[in-house]
């Protein structure tokens, strides 16, 4: 049998659990999108029956462990194909690889997991064949040196506007100082955990205005940026903890008023001698960044950064940061609705009695702040509040509308019952590794929208609460259980009587 859809543009099911035979009857002649992201049993019988659509234009695989040489075959019939994302995985060489990239020369954007058969030789074929290529990504590609990015530059790519480069763990090749500045067109650029000495080239990119070095921990200096911080829109050096502050000031000097993105998460920073001319700036991290050295925190944010347009705040991990110090800060940053204060020792409960301090705030972490006691937190547009692991008694708030708790680890909190009770709007819940009472089963069941929780490692009541709970929860979508507390026969009868919640999103843990 044949199912016809003609009028069928755009097929989204990312994550689904499906497999390739349901799709074997399926026929869309206008179809243009499909999108199987991270739906992992799908693969190149699927890809084999859209391939019929001559108006395909994006397909998105990423995530999709069954595609192989064959389904590569497949997508190089899709001439018209301008965004691909593809899970490569062992699966893929250059054979199938190489046929896509000599046929679907419209491409644009291109976005390359798990790339572990491919070889260089496969990548400069991609270089010459997509010449219009705008966006790259490739994820865990073991054989990135200075020579291919030279080869690749040198073949073609001159579109290309970002480049992403991410592995999972430091790789072995390193860089000694990439070319992309021979990339003309290069605006933004992106890499994650890659061994990078040298980064001159890099400060050569004469319209590069995004550039993020994340968990590049071989990157001693970054003053060659200094050449084109006046065009940064974003700087993020996150994790690259070897850069010597010296060198970063010279950056940081040179700054505009079109920063808006400065994330130095667990970068070392010292005091200011000079004012930063990023009037703009929406997004500041600094987590870890003073945590072992003496900075004036008045200073540096009173007087020499000006904070009054900052909405997202992250300070998590500057033990030395106390109470009168934070209130400077958040005095000059009236605009924060995201606020990151974990593992900040120092903080007392008085801290977030101050309305005019907290009143555009939205997100509230404060976990492993293990002197707060007895907090009210005053802000009345708070929808997040993440306190895990504190040494909270009791906590209240003046917003009535929390989306998102999480008091995982918190096991002093004596009034999680009237908290949830208060919030009955609430998403997400993450209680773990906490004891749940039955005040706060009889809370949770009120909570008619919620559609995660977490009870991975608690200590909860028995099976018939928890069913009796569930079969109030019609929009529950994902529980966490210990495997040790409940019997799994009658877990899995019982999820899948559920509407949404089935045995698919049952996770239980150890």
């Known amino acids: 049998m044949k199912f016809f859809v003609p009028s069928l543009r755009h097929i989204n099911l990312e994550t689904f659990w499906l497999y390739d035979h349901c799709f074997e009857c399926l026929d869309c002649p206008l179809l243009e999108t499909v999108n199987f992201r991270d739906s992992l049993q799908v693969g190149d019988v699927a890809i084999g029956r859209f391939a019929r659509s001559p108006h395909m234009k994006q397909l998105i695989m990423r995530g999709c462990n069954r595609v192989t040489d064959d389904g590569c075959l497949d997508i190089a019939k899709m001439t018209n194909l301008k965004h691909l994302e593809l899970k490569l995985g062992n699966g893929i060489t250059d054979v199938g690889f190489c046929s896509i990239v000599r046929a679907c020369t419209n491409l644009t954007v291109l ?118 911080a006046h065009q940064l829109v974003n700087l993020d050096l996150t994790e690259c903890k070897n850069i010597e502050p010296t060198t970063l000031l010279p950056v940081l000097y040179n700054v505009s008023d079109i920063l808006e993105n400065l994330i130095l998460w667990k970068c070392k920073v010292i005091n200011l001698e000079h004012h930063l001319q990023c009037e703009n700036l929406r997004i500041l991290s600094l987590g870890y960044s003073f945590k072992k050295m003496a900075v004036n925190f008045i200073d540096f944010f009173g007087r020499k950064m000006s904070c009054t347009n900052i909405v997202d705040l992250d300070l998590e991990g500057n033990v030395n940061i106390s109470n009168e110090s934070l209130t400077i800060i958040l005095h000059k940053s009236p605009s924060v609705r995201k606020l990151n204060l974990e593992e900040l020792q120092r903080l007392r409960d008085d801290i977030f009695s101050h309305e005019f301090l907290l009143e555009n705030l939205e997100v509230l972490r404060i976990s492993k702040c293990t002197n707060l006691r007895n907090p009210n937190i005053c802000a009345r547009k708070l929808t997040s509040i993440y306190a895990s692991y504190t040494r909270i008694e009791t906590i209240s708030f003046t917003s009535s509308s929390l989306e998102v708790i999480d008091f995982s680890g918190s096991r002093y909190l004596e009034n999680l019952g009237t908290i949830i009770a208060e919030n009955n709007n609430v998403y997400n819940l993450w209680l773990q590794d906490i004891e749940i009472s039955p005040d706060a089963i009889d809370a949770i069941r009120t909570c008619s929208n919620v559609e995660m929780i977490s009870f991975k490692k608690s200590k909860v009541v028995g099976e018939a609460d928890i069913f009796q709970m569930i079969n109030c929860l019609g929009n529950l979508r994902k529980l966490y259980l210990n495997a040790t507390t409940f019997d799994q026969d009658i877990v899995w009868e019982q999820f899948d009587q559920h509407p949404k919640l089935n045995a698919h999103y049952y996770k239980r843990t150890q």
Not at 119 to 148: E, F, I, S
Not at 202 to 222: A, F, H, P, R
Request: glycine fraction near 2%.
């Open 111 to 228: 976005h390359l997991t798990q790339v572990y058969a491919l070889t260089n030789r496969g990548m400069c074929k991609m270089a010459k064949k997509l010449q219009q290529l705008t966006t790259l990504y490739v994820h865990d590609y073991p054989h990135w040196d200075d020579d291919l990015v030279l080869d690749m530059s040198d073949l073609g790519l001159h579109m290309l506007e970002y480049i992403s480069i991410s592995n999972k763990k430091q790789p072995r090749r390193q860089f000694d100082d990439p070319e992309f500045n021979l990339f003309p067109s290069l605006k933004h650029i992106h890499l994650r955990k890659c061994c990078i000495l040298n980064i001159s080239n890099i400060g050569k990119c004469k319209y590069l205005s995004n550039v993020e070095l994340q968990w590049c921990t071989k990157t001693t200096s970054v003053e060659p940026l200094s050449q084109i």
